[in-house]
């Protein structure tokens, strides 16, 4: 199954999926930095990771 950023996003912070609710999450994750979300070994489990170590080890990270 792919698991969409919207849709993370929206499960992360366990809110409604809708372009609303994202883009007012979208604007939040932009406010906390260099934070992005990703997730280890579940797609239905995403996190926030440092943009840096997403990148850096997308073996263990993926955006």
Not at 17 to 43: L, R, W
Not at 46 to 60: E, G, M, R, V, W
Request: proline share 6%.
């Amino acid at each position: 199954m792919i698991i969409t950023r919207d849709w993370a996003i929206c499960m992360l912070f366990c809110i409604e999926n809708n372009p609303e609710n994202v883009a007012h999450y979208e604007e939040k994750i932009a406010d906390f930095g260099e934070i992005d979300i990703c997730y280890e070994k579940d797609s239905k489990k995403p996190i926030f990771a440092p943009s840096s170590q997403i990148h850096k080890n997308l073996s263990t990270y993926h955006p």
